[in-house]
């Protein structure tokens, strides 16, 4: 099949709009010229859905590719805390557990021991992942501000 063959993806218009491959490259901090490369795929391929949504600085809130999700709050939106891992990584464009460790800043071999079709695990890494923000507990704060300061005092 020759190069001229391929089918660009919906995407090509938008890495054109952006300036071509080498800009859009410089733009996502890629090392040069493999960079490059990497963008020119894309115009094949689509530009990965993790990719779009959390660089927003460089593709904006555009739609114009496969993914539907435009804003980081829009994919957690997409995706369910009861998501398996098989599921988010089909949905952020990853092929294997690697990628997913890399993301969620895991141990490989943590990533790796999750069930493929079993719920995520609630850890913080995953639910930021997600947009879910867990719970903050509020610090104690004391009524009385000099509360610690206080000691009995016994009288002779």
Known sequence: MNSTDKVMHKDAELIDALGGPADVARSLGFEMPKGTQRVQNWKYRGIPPYTRVTRTDVFGGTTDGASSVSSPRALAAELDCRISKRALRARLGFTNDKQLATVLGLPLAQVEGWEEERALPALPEV???????????????????????????EVA
């Open 127 to 153: 639910l930021r992942l997600l947009g879910v923000q867990p719970a903050v507990q509020a610090e104690h704060v004391p009524a009385d501000p000099d509360d610690d300061r206080i000691v009995s005092v």
